[in-house]
């Protein structure tokens, strides 16, 4: 049995991480942790009976319900409750930079980390990559850009380069100039994808492929410029490499994130998570990507590798996406306050977590005068 802890139980990889593990056998869920939806906690509680829970809000109700569960409440909470849960594996599926900080803690305690949250590696660096070697912990990716590569690159000749694919989000067909005005309920109308709101957000823009591009070069060694990007509207091409003798391999598959959350469970193996994809009607088509249609993806090129300005760039977008969220702002303010938060964090050189925060402090204070500076 391995034992498991789910920290995001609640969102959107976190459900389909349970509805995964119903399928598989071999693993008990041993700790779970939400943020505030305290309803959908409960229900999942009730019926997997972890013997630890955490909650960033308290809940007097869910602990006095359930008291053979041993309950935690904050942010420092989830790390105390990783700490005395003894797990095997990690899923941290939690959104947002504070999701570095579960990583790192899971880095100490667990054996392996199935990595959703990608600002773990955006905001981290190398801090989080150097702590899993240390320490032994097997990182695999759960993202399914980056599982295909995982799975294109383990144990072969090293790729000459390699890429990413995105869907184009909801606003892939829209002319430029409607993009900036587009209404939050057409940027959440995603056409493949069903995900939570921000990283559905940051598909519409592709602030989400800009982080994956940082994701895949702190994951697999590769400089920016090796890493290409591609729409594949289908998304059923997520990843492929290219080889000194110009062959390229392709990872191809249905677009569910259910696949790649059964592999990092279960990797070096494989189990039957989705029937079989009749092939011959999928359409297998990449077409370049229009920089001048999102800038922001051209801005994470260009400071990939550059820490500060990294934490910078998803700070802001958090503040900005949550912003356009509440409707406060347009879709098209989004890039202009990333744009002038990551311009004050240049050259400063993070060289660990307390110098990390206080940087995303600050550039979250920046970009809320951004946000007010829109209305
Ligand atoms: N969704 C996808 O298909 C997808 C694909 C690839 C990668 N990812 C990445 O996976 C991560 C999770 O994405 P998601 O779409 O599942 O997000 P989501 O649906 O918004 O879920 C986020 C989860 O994190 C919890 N949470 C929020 N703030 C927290 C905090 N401060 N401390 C602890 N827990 C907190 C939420 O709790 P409550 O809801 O209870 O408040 C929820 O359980 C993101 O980094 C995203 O980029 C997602």
Redesign the pocket.
């Known amino acids: 049995m391995k034992r498991i802890a789910i920290?995001?139980?609640?969102?959107?990889?976190?459900t389909q991480t349970l509805s995964v593990l119903e399928k598989l056998e071999g693993f008990e869920v041993v700790a779970m942790?939400?943020?505030?939806?305290f309803s959908?906690?409960e229900e999942q509680i009730s019926k997997l009976r972890p013997r630890f829970a955490a909650s960033?809000g308290r809940c007097e109700r869910l602990i006095d319900k359930f008291s053979e569960i041993t309950f935690f409440s904050g942010?420092s909470g989830?790390e105390e409750m990783l700490e005395a849960s003894e797990v095997d594996y990690a899923v941290i599926?939690?959104?947002?930079a504070?999701?570095l900080r579960f990583s790192l803690k899971a880095a100490e305690v667990a054996k392996r980390i199935c990595l959703?949250?990608?600002?773990s590696l955006v905001c981290g660096g190398e801090l989080l990559m150097k702590r899993c070697k240390e320490k032994s912990v097997e990182l695999i990716p759960?993202?399914?850009e980056h599982s295909g590569l995982f799975q294109l690159i383990e144990g072969g000749i090293r790729p000459e380069k390699i890429f990413i694919t995105a869907s184009g989000g909801a606003l892939r067909d829209r002319e430029i100039s409607q993009m900036q005005n587009a209404s939050l309920r057409d940027v959440l109308n995603h056409p493949v994808?069903s995900?939570?709101?921000?990283?559905t957000i940051d598909s519409a823009s592709m602030v989400?492929k800009g982080l994956e591009i940082i994701e895949a070069h702190y994951l697999f060694g590769y400089e920016e410029r090796d890493i290409e990007t591609y729409i594949c509207r289908n998304s059923y091409i997520h990843a492929g490499v290219s080889f000194a003798d110009g062959m390229v391999k392709l990872h191809v598959g249905i677009p569910d994130?259910r696949v790649p959350i059964a592999y990092s469970l279960t990797y070096p193996y494989r189990e039957r998570i989705l029937d079989h994809e009749e092939v011959t009607s999928v359409s297998l088509k990449l077409e370049p990507i229009k920089s001048e249609r999102y800038p922001a993806l051209c801005l994470a090129r260009a400071i990939c590798g550059r820490l500060s300005e990294q934490i910078a760039f998803n700070a802001a977008d958090e503040i900005a996406v949550e912003a356009f969220a509440q409707e406060r702002i347009r879709f098209g303010d989004i890039y202009n306050i990333i744009e002038k938060t990551v311009s004050a964090f240049r050259d400063q050189k993070p060289v660990d977590y307390s110098q990390i925060l206080e940087i995303d402090r600050l550039a979250r204070k920046l970009a809320r005068k951004e946000v007010q500076k829109c209305y």
């Open positions: 920290l995001g139980s609640t969102g959107s990889i976190g942790s939400c943020g505030h939806n959908l906690f960033v942010e989830i599926a939690v959104s947002g504070t999701g959703a949250n990608k600002e759960v993202d399914s994808w995900m939570g709101s921000r990283v989400n994130m």
